[in-house]
């Protein structure tokens, strides 16, 4: 019975750590607080303020502040787990950073044209280079890295 309940203890949450984009099912949960820290984006907000993936092929984004861009479903465990943490971290660095969420239920032409499979999945932007991508529900502690080391470096 120990066995048994050491596997479901470690397992468990290995299982929910990530969901697969093109999952069907849905849950009665929200995404969101409904704060205006973490502003909601549309492909066509991404395509003003972010990437202009259809007129550019070489990457050129077009803020001026280091942002991360949450892609999210209502209906994804860790993508509910995250969000709290990346309202949190919004808050956290408000005026050094833009954090967006993208609902990839409803925003099903952006998340193909980034070629988001996996949620939640979270891009990193810093202002000057390239993009970074990480999947699944990370730590407080790897947020907190990443923002530092890939964002709001100087």
């Known amino acids: 019975m120990k066995k048994y309940f050491f596997f479901l203890l470690i397992?468990?949450?290995?299982?929910?750590?990530?969901?697969?984009?093109?999952?069907?099912?849905?849950?009665?949960?929200?995404?969101?607080?409904?704060?205006n820290v973490v502003v909601q984006m549309t492909n066509e907000t991404f395509k003003?303020?972010?990437?202009?993936?259809?007129?550019?092929?070489e990457w050129k984004y077009e803020g001026n502040k280091p942002a991360i861009i949450d892609f999210y479903a209502d209906w994804c465990p860790p993508c509910r787990q995250l969000s709290p943490l990346?309202?949190?971290?919004?808050?956290?660095?408000?005026g050094k950073i833009d954090v967006?969420?993208?609902?990839?239920?409803?925003?099903?032409?952006?998340?193909?044209?980034?070629?988001?499979?996996?949620?939640?999945?979270l891009l990193f932007i810093p202002a000057k280079?390239?993009?970074q991508v990480t999947m699944g529900a990370i730590p407080r502690e790897s947020?907190?890295?990443?923002?530092?080391?890939?964002?709001?470096?100087?």
């Not at 967006?100 to 999945?121: F, M, R, S, W």
């Not at 947020?143 to 100087?154: G, Q, R």
Request: hydrophobic content about 40%; aromatic content about 8%; proline content about 5%.
């Open 48 to 57: 003003k303020m972010i990437f202009n993936y259809e007129v550019n092929k």
């Open 100 to 121: 967006y969420k993208v609902d990839t239920d409803k925003e099903t032409t952006l998340a193909q044209a980034l070629g988001i499979t996996n949620l939640p999945t």
């Open 86 to 94: 990346v309202e949190e971290i919004a808050k956290e660095y408000t």
């Open 11 to 35: 397992i468990f949450p290995l299982i929910f750590n990530e969901c697969k984009a093109d999952n069907p099912a849905k849950a009665s949960v929200t995404g969101t607080s409904g704060n």
């Open 143 to 154: 947020l907190v890295k990443a923002i530092n080391e890939i964002l709001l470096i100087k």
């Open 129 to 131: 280079g390239k993009p």
